[in-house]
Nanobody, 114 residues
Framework: QVQLVESGGGLVQPGGSLRLSCAAS????????MGWYRQAPGKERELVAR???????NYADSVKGRFTIWRDNAKNMVYLQMDSLKPEDTTVYFC????????WGQGTQVTVSS
């Protein structure tokens, strides 16, 4: 069974940076595009960034130029570097395949506040 474990969230001031990590178990990771998602309370989950199995990336307009996604297939890891963070980036972040069809993990909370 594939499991996803997100980490790296925390409290940061506006303009600061965080790096999120996602550990995925199972060989399915290497065959799939992976994505970072976020979901604010009362809102639908949105795709923030995705990366194909070959490394092609796409970003939501709201994070383009500030966030960077990459993957390490040898380690079954996907990362999200978040720079120039804004208060509106505050929410829980999740990783999953793209589209997301693995049971969702617990996510990691990112709070951007002064």
């Amino acid at each position: 069974q594939v499991q996803l474990v997100e980490s790296g969230g925390g409290l940061v001031q506006p303009g600061g940076s965080l790096r999120l990590s996602c550990a995925a178990s199972g060989s399915i990771f290497r065959l799939n595009a992976m994505g970072w998602y976020r979901q604010a309370p009362g809102k639908e989950r949105e795709l923030v960034a995705r990366i194909s199995s070959g490394g092609v990336t796409n970003y939501a307009d709201s994070v383009k130029g500030r966030f960077t996604i990459w993957r390490d297939n040898a380690k079954n890891m996907v990362y999200l570097q978040m720079d120039s963070l804004k208060p509106e980036d505050t929410t829980v972040y999740f990783c999953n395949t793209f589209p997301g069809y693995i049971p969702w993990g617990q996510g990691t909370q990112v709070t951007v506040s002064s």
